[in-house]
Every structure is written in C-alpha cells, then in structure tokens.
C-alpha cells in the first residue's frame, strides 16, 4: 500500500493503537506524545487479538488496524514487526512472536534462533517495522488505509546481553553500535530503531506539525 496524505491528525484526536504488546505499546505512544493525541490500547480496551493472517508485514498491520477501527469506531495505528535473519532464509519474519511459543518467552525464540544458526558465519539480520493506519468511514465500517515501513541492520550476538526493551532486543546489535539494543538506553533505541524510522514517515505524512 501507497504511502499517503489523504487523512491527518490534529493535536485532541484520539486514537486506538491497535496491540496488545505493552513494549509495543509504550514505544509507539513514547512516539506520539508529542502530537498531543489521546492515544488508547487494544489491549486496556478488551478488544480481541485478530488471527494473523496476512502473508507480509503489511498484511498483518493493516488487517489488525482495521479490527481495531471496526471494533471502535475511532482510528486505529497497527505494528507489526520482527526478525529476519539472513542466514535463516528471512525466518522467523511475521513469525516471530510465534518463535516465543504460546507463553512469549523469548528467550526461547532467541536460544532457536541461535541453535539453528549452527556454526554459519553469516550472523546478519533486520529488524522491520510496518505501521499501518485505518480510519473509520463515518458509516460504522472501515475506510482508508495506509502503510508505512521502516528497518534497522545489525548483527545476532550469543550469549544474549542487556535486559532492556523486550523481544530479540538482547540479542540484536544494531550496525554501528557495539552493545545490544537489550543494553541501549530506552530512549536511544527509540530514536533509531525501525519502529522509529516506520513512525518518522508516519509522521511527515499524518500528523500535523510534525
């Protein structure tokens, strides 16, 4: 999907972040606050967790962003984001919470991750991020969508290291960094991950002022 200036949004509107991730959640709306929206979770909300069904990133972000939209009638800003490892033929890609098992753990992702790794000399992966955005067609359904995509390079290190952010992050190191984004300061990962370079193109496009 194109991305797209049809719609913006103005300082007082409210909207619904469409996950049930509280790590996801606290970066996006570490994000939005400057903007002065009001900015709900899907998760605070009760709202049911959409089977992901989409084949791409984008896939996913929009069909969850349209759930919450429908469910809410407000617009609704999606994530979905993960791994890809080089070496791994892209995987575990829009798998990747599912690498952490039905109980999340992902220290149990990143131990797979690792193991099947084996002995490859090719460490190398990316983080992506995909925010899609859905608004309300003024009728009670949903009406226009856009999508805006953003990634980060680095290399996969073993023993994992730092206990910050949440996900792959203790065993992500980010090109041109010597520590993980688990060891980076909160605020420094949030300026430069891909979530940050997904929402700086969300931002040009959708919110006024930035």
């Avoid at 009638?73 to 995987?91: K, M, Q, R, Y």
Wanted: net charge negative; with cysteine; proline share 6%.
């Amino acid at each position: 999907m194109s991305e797209t200036k049809t719609r913006t949004f103005k300082p007082g509107d409210r909207l619904v972040l469409a996950t049930h991730n509280k790590g996801k959640y606290r970066e996006n709306a570490a994000l939005l606050a400057p903007f002065g929206l009001e900015v709900l979770s899907a998760g605070d909300l009760g709202l049911p967790e959409p089977e992901e069904t989409g084949a791409t990133f984008e896939e996913n972000a929009v069909l969850k962003a349209r759930a919450a939209c429908a469910a809410t009638g407000l617009p609704a800003i999606a994530d979905d984001s993960g791994l890809s490892v080089t070496a791994l033929n892209g995987e575990p890609g829009i798998y990747t919470a599912r690498w952490a098992g039905p109980q999340r753990d992902f220290f149990v992702a990143m131990k797979r991750v690792h193991e099947e790794l084996g002995d490859s000399a090719d460490r190398s992966g990316f983080f992506v991020c995909n925010l899609s955005v859905a608004w309300p067609d003024g009728q009670g359904g949903v009406g226009d969508t856009a999508s805006f995509e953003g990634r980060v390079e680095g290399t996969l290190v073993w023993p994992i290291r730092g206990e910050r952010g949440f996900g792959f992050d203790p065993m992500f190191q980010p090109k041109g960094f010597d520590i993980t984004f688990g060891e980076m300061d909160p605020e420094k990962k949030e300026a430069m991950s891909h979530r940050a370079v997904a929402f700086a193109k969300l931002s040009k496009a959708l919110l006024e002022g930035a």
